[in-house]
């Protein structure tokens, strides 16, 4: 997908070095968008295999996000890609599900006069086993698609802010607005953090597919799926590695600026391999700028098709999700920087 590689090189040419939380470095640039026409086909890279155990991730990962679960006991069984962040329970407060189909309604002794709730009478309200309700802000999207089109209400969001400020890992793609035009349905996803080559690829392929779903659920055609990612980064490795790009950030980009023609990223590549210090011991692959430039060197193949079974999201399992015609270049590993 042209989309991406322009993404990884806007954020490697224009990007400033920042050091977070993680102790791993980053290229981090602001504010990057792009968007992508799901008619012409389904975003899946193909500058890197992502059919395989990495398509089973995404997928269930998209099962679990419409499950609801503030949990990840079935997730895990399928893919480790969650596990460093939940508890050996499987609990994990970055339960985006959990907002999505499940966000909490306050108690009748915490709402303000002249606030407006919906009762436990509402279309899109749950009580739950234990009494506290819950909405639904799926389901209101999806049955708002078929009732009033029009509305540009249609806005789901993972973002609670007094669980975000005590949360392990508050959601990175937190927040994502349906809109119709013509039999078009759009989608917009805002992302606070976005890790360009290991967490982006998996966000796009599941906000692609979950549209596609829903589309498919309310009789439209996919449409555009446009994307922000606030910080865009691009993780470059610890210690020394990471402090080469902080001391070379200024030559690397010149010499990304001459780059003529694909063939010329390898080469950026080799010469990057052969000035930067190695990784520390243990540490292979934290350093993500290698993968991501032998990525810009290949050629994008053409689009793969999605063929999804006409279930509800309720009811949606991977099986009834099928890749066709996917081609893609070989895989690429990359460490998660936790
Ligand atoms: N640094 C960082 N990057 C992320 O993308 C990320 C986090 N942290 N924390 C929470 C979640 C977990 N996500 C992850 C975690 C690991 C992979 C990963 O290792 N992907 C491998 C395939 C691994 C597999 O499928 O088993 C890849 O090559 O894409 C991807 C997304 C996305 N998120
Ligand atoms: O779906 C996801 C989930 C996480 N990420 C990345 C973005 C950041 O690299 C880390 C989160 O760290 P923060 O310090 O909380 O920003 O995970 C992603 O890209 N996609």
């Not at 980053?26 to 992508?36: C, D, L, N, P, R």
């Amino acid at each position: 997908m042209r989309q991406y590689l322009e993404l990884v090189d806007a954020a490697l040419s224009g990007g400033n070095y920042k050091s977070n939380r993680t102790g791993v470095d980053t290229i981090s640039s602001f504010s990057e968008h792009y968007e992508v026409d799901l008619g012409e086909g389904y975003p899946l890279l193909t500058t890197k295999r992502m059919d395989g155990y990495r398509w089973n991730s995404m997928i269930h990962e998209v099962c679990w996000y419409l499950s609801g679960d503030e949990h990840i006991r079935d997730l895990r069984e399928e893919t480790k890609i969650w596990d460093a962040w939940a508890d050996d329970r499987g609990r994990l407060d970055t339960a985006y599900g959990r907002f999505w189909r499940r966000y909490p309604i306050p108690e009748d002794a915490a709402r303000l006069e002249g606030e407006s709730w919906p009762d436990e009478a509402h279309r899109w309200v749950t009580t739950e086993a234990d009494g506290r309700r819950t909405f639904d802000q799926l389901q209101y999207v999806i049955d708002t698609l078929s009732d009033t089109p029009n509305s540009r209400r249609l806005a789901v969001s993972a973002w609670h802010p007094a669980n975000a400020a005590v949360s392990t890992l508050p959601p990175c793609h937190y927040t994502f607005v349906f809109n119709v035009q013509g039999d078009r349905l759009n989608c917009h996803l805002t992302q606070r953090s976005g890790d360009i080559a290991l967490g982006v690829p998996f966000n796009i392929a599941a906000y692609a597919l979950l549209t596609e779903v829903i589309a498919g659920q309310t009789g439209y055609e996919p449409g555009t799926f446009a994307h922000t990612v606030v910080d865009a980064h691009v993780y470059c490795g610890t210690d020394a590695r990471g402090e080469w790009y902080a001391d070379n950030l200024e030559t690397f980009q010149a010499r990304l600026e001459a780059v003529d023609g694909r063939e010329g990223y390898r080469t950026l590549r080799e010469w990057l391999e052969s000035e930067a210090p190695d990784e520390a011991d243990g540490e292979d692959r934290l350093d993500h700028v290698p993968g991501l430039l032998e990525q810009l060197s290949r050629e994008p193949l053409e689009r793969p098709k999605l063929e999804v079974a006409d279930v509800s999201i309720d009811e949606l399992t991977a099986e009834d999700v099928q890749l066709r015609s996917y081609d893609a270049h070989d895989g690429i590993r990359f460490s998660v920087a936790e």
